[in-house]
């Protein structure tokens, strides 16, 4: 007789059936807060980078754009010195033919050489002001578009995170960026850059004021970078002159170019040139803080002679080779305000104490001795001359004139952006992004039991205080060096390592690691 078994499975199944779903429940909340922890975390990553080359393409458009102010600043000393250039060689030939005109035959060449010097001259002169008010121009608008476009750079950064981080998580509730300066103090999108007004800093110490000393470093290092940018026609005009087929040296046997008190043997004449453009202030007090409102360029051509004798004792003696009639004599600026500024930004300069007589004659102020004064005229004999052809008002008739005719903005250095921090570093700034979704977005069963607190499943997984976070980290930084992989032709010729400067456009953007007081900020942010 079989006994048959009686009673209900329902119960088992019942039991099976919770286990199951609390299984599927766990896996599907596990699956939704880790995929949106790396979509989210994805979304950041982006975000950073984004930002991170919005500043490093800034950089570089910075760096860009003060290369153009250089470049149109070297332009603006060219005319300058071509200016002054055909002024001396115009005044040289005035000098030599007024000599020449007295002797037979030579006196034909010299005019006809000086109809040539003053006909140039007058080409140059024309076509001066017109060149140089357009390089003003050309400055100031790139000055003005640097005003424009930097300080928009944090309101453009702002947006590419807000568009990058919608077209990643549309669901993310609130978005925060904060750029470190070099672990200084996290500041909002702050601009990265200082504005350098190197003209008001001159007006400052004009008007009896103090400069900033920051701005005072920065616009001398403009001022540094430009004046190393200019050509050798511009920087350095001194050297020995000859004519064609005219030696270097003349020796004039028995003959006493300067006074001697002996028997002269031989006296050796050169003729020296020299000269240089400067930008520079308009006043001692000026030059002395900030020397970068004006562009000045002085020429000087003179003969140098010694004499070799023997004095009453027997000995052989030498008068010493220097300047003793000063034969040309140019000068020009554009600015404002330097009429009487010559003396001021180049006197005490090699090319002024090759030719100090000539270069005296670049400025009029006759009570300190310059121009008609006592340090321009002749020595010895010579100095008979300098009531005719070779006085300072004939040689130097230009010192008034400003080369622009009036112009006084875009003249020396007009207003540009360098970086706030700057020193032996490759790395400047650093992005930092925070990003947070609520609880209501993640489509989840947030609890296995809903009276326990204990198995939540979503701390671990990124979500804290009813929000999933995410958050990353960017640096923008400047690589110009000589690895082997970089190429040719960005590589420094001298073999050095540039660290970052706002001249040069190897700014870079890369994702970077949070560091301790970012991780701070995060963990208070995630509290909230």
């Known amino acids: 007789m079989v006994r048959k078994n009686r009673g209900s499975v329902l119960p088992y199944v019942v039991a099976v059936l919770v286990i199951v779903a609390f299984a599927a429940q766990y896996v599907f909340n596990a699956f939704k807060v880790t995929n949106e922890a790396t979509r989210m975390q994805n979304a950041a990553d982006a975000a950073a980078y984004s930002v991170a080359t919005v500043f490093a393409q800034s950089n570089n458009f910075v760096a860009l754009s003060n290369r153009s102010l250089v470049a149109n600043q070297v332009t603006m000393a060219q005319v300058v010195t071509m200016v002054s250039w055909t002024r001396m060689t115009s005044t040289m030939a005035s000098t030599v033919n007024d000599i020449g005109q007295y002797i037979p035959y030579v006196s034909a060449v010299t005019n006809y050489i000086n109809q040539i010097a003053q006909n140039a001259k007058g080409v140059v002169e024309s076509i001066a002001p017109a060149i140089t008010r357009t390089v003003a121009a050309y400055i100031r608008s790139i000055s003005n578009i640097q005003k424009i476009a930097v300080p928009l750079v944090s309101v453009i950064a702002q947006d590419i995170m807000s568009e990058v981080v919608e077209s990643n998580d549309g669901d993310i509730d609130y978005s925060f960026a904060a750029v470190s300066l070099l672990n200084d103090t996290a500041v909002h999108l702050s601009a990265l850059y200082g504005q350098n007004d190197c003209r008001g800093e001159a007006n400052k110490v004009r008007d009896g004021g103090r400069a900033n000393k920051e701005t005072v470093s920065r616009c001398r290092q403009f001022r ?87 004095d009453w004792k027997g000995s052989v003696k030498s008068t010493g080779h220097k300047e003793r009639v000063k034969l040309g004599v140019g000068h020009a600026y554009v600015g404002n305000e330097c009429s009487k500024c010559h003396h001021v930004i180049h006197e005490g300069k090699s090319y002024w104490n090759k030719n100090p007589r000539g270069s005296a004659c670049t400025d009029p102020d006759i009570e300190r001795g310059y ?11 010579f100095k008979l001359m300098d009531v005719t052809a070779l006085n300072c008002y004939e040689l130097s008739n230009e010192f008034d004139s400003d080369v622009s005719q009036g112009t006084e903005q875009g003249v020396g250095l007009t207003p540009f952006f360098n970086l706030k921090k700057e020193g032996y570093v490759n790395e400047t700034d650093h992005v930092f992004i925070y990003l947070r979704k609520e609880r209501g977005k993640l489509k989840t069963y947030r609890k296995i039991l809903a009276t326990s607190d204990n198995l939540s499943l979503e701390r671990e997984k990124g979500a804290q ?7 990353s980290a960017a640096a923008i930084y400047f690589k110009r060096s000589n690895d082997k992989w970089i190429r040719a032709e960005s590589k420094r010729s001298d073999g050095r390592v540039e660290y970052g400067n706002a001249y040069n456009p190897f700014w870079e953007a890369r994702l970077d690691k949070i560091d301790i007081g970012e991780s701070v900020s995060l963990n208070a942010l995630q509290e909230l």
């Open 224 to 310: 540094n970078v430009t004046m190393a940018s200019r050509d050798e026609f511009s920087s350095n005009r001194t050297y020995r002159f000859t004519f064609p087929g005219m030696p270097e040296k003349i020796i004039l046997p028995g003959t006493p170019a300067v006074a001697v008190s002996g028997v002269p043997l031989y006296s050796t004449l050169t003729i020296e040139r020299s000269g240089s453009t400067v930008m520079g202030g308009d006043t001692p007090d000026v030059q002395n803080s900030t020397p970068f409102t004006t562009w000045s360029a002085i020429d000087a051509i003179s003969i140098h002679a010694e004499t070799r004798y023997l």
């Open 371 to 381: 121009g008609g004064g006592s340090k321009s005229q002749n020595s010895g004999a």
């Open 465 to 471: 205080n009813d929000a999933l976070h995410g958050a």
